[in-house]
């Protein structure tokens, strides 16, 4: 073959032909020798060889750190709505303490003084728990509920057969409050059980007589999830009944009323 002739060369890689056809022609440089002429042309394919597999591999990279970023992103949004869910916002509850028992007239109409009175040291029964416990506590305002129980004393001092009145020098019934707790276990992240209680101390005078005592109530209940504030509502108004229901069904006080 001639210093002038032309040399068609192909060159293909795996994925497809990369250089096309490329043409060697000595005309320009006389008496190159033809491998000089082909090194040229392999020298600048694998050039382009080279671009195009960095260029593959760069892209490669890029769609699976694109791929991390969004498994990443998943993980933590799962991670931060657990963390969530075992958290829990402060309750403001407001029961509604009903008498829960018939009880047995012993009056015969006699004027009765009731007051109720809220002795807790604090307006917060506890926390609902949860990774948060701090800021997860729950209260009862004094104020609101004091009015309710003290309708509930009067509707079972008429039960008995007095009247309630609000002031006088007759017999007197003083209910207070004593305590009022939530607790949920500590350890934990989910809340599956909380133990309620109540305590009333009464306190009856009544022409130099006086008698005091103490009734209790508490629940143990058990949750599938953390309870909302309409549950947990419920229930303290059930154990607040309960143990206001025991003051009332104490006979003793009856008696010291009526004498």
Same mark, same amino acid.
């Given at each position: 073959?001639?210093?002038?002739?032309?040399?068609?060369?192909?060159?293909?890689?795996?994925?497809?032909?990369?250089?096309?056809?490329?043409?060697?022609?000595?005309?320009?440089?006389?008496?190159?020798?033809?491998?000089?002429?082909?090194?040229?042309?392999?020298?600048?394919?694998?050039?382009?060889?080279?671009?195009?597999?960095?260029?593959?591999?760069?892209?490669?990279?890029?769609?699976?750190?694109?791929?991390?970023?969004?498994?990443?992103?998943?993980?933590?949004?799962?991670?931060?709505?657990?963390?969530?869910?075992?958290?829990?916002?402060?309750?403001?509850?407001?029961?509604?303490?009903?008498?829960?028992?018939?009880?047995?007239?012993?009056?015969?109409?006699? /004027?009765?003084?009731? *007051?109720?009175?809220? &002795? =807790?040291?604090?307006?917060? @029964?506890?926390? #609902?728990? %949860?990774?948060? +416990?701090?800021?997860?506590?729950?209260?009862?305002?004094?104020?609101?509920?004091?009015?309710?129980?003290?309708?509930?004393?009067?509707?079972?001092?008429?039960?008995?057969?007095?009247?309630?009145?609000?002031?006088?020098?007759?017999?007197?019934?003083?209910?207070?409050?004593?305590?009022?707790?939530?607790?949920?276990?500590?350890?934990?992240?989910?809340?599956?059980?909380?133990?309620?209680?109540?305590?009333?101390?009464?306190?009856? /005078?009544?022409?130099? *007589?006086?008698?005091? &005592? =103490?009734?209790?109530?508490? @629940?143990?209940? #058990?949750? %599938?999830?953390? +309870?909302?504030?309409?549950?947990?509502?419920?229930?303290?108004?059930?154990?607040?009944?309960?143990?206001?229901?025991?003051?009332?069904?104490?006979?003793?006080?009856?008696?010291?009323?009526?004498?």
């Amino acid at each position: 073959m001639s210093g002038g002739d032309d040399i068609p060369v192909t060159l293909a890689l795996r994925n497809g032909v990369v250089g096309g056809l490329f043409t060697v022609t000595g005309g320009d440089r006389a008496g190159e020798p033809q491998a000089m002429a082909l090194s040229r042309i392999f020298t600048l394919v694998s050039g382009r060889a080279r671009s195009l597999y960095c260029g593959t591999i760069c892209a490669l990279a890029h769609g699976e750190m694109s791929m991390l970023r969004r498994v990443l992103f998943g993980l933590l949004a799962v991670g931060s709505l657990t963390l969530v869910g075992c958290a829990h916002s402060p309750q403001s509850l407001n029961p509604q303490p009903k008498l829960n028992s018939q009880l047995a007239a012993v009056g015969h109409g006699q /004027q009765v003084v009731v *007051r109720v009175v809220d &002795g =807790r040291q604090t307006q917060t @029964l506890g926390t #609902r728990g %949860g990774l948060y +416990p701090e800021t997860s506590s729950i209260t009862v305002n004094g104020q609101q509920l004091v009015p309710q129980l003290q309708a509930q004393a009067e509707a079972a001092v008429r039960l008995l057969g007095f009247t309630p009145v609000q002031g006088g020098n007759g017999p007197q019934l003083t209910v207070t409050l004593a305590d009022l707790k939530y607790q949920s276990p500590k350890e934990g992240l989910y809340v599956t059980e909380a133990s309620i209680s109540s305590t009333f101390r009464a306190d009856v /005078q009544n022409n130099g *007589r006086s008698y005091s &005592g =103490r009734y209790a109530a508490s @629940l143990d209940q #058990r949750f %599938g999830m953390a +309870p909302n504030e309409e549950t947990n509502t419920k229930l303290v108004s059930d154990v607040l009944s309960d143990a206001l229901t025991r003051l009332f069904q104490d006979q003793t006080i009856g008696r010291v009323l009526g004498q």
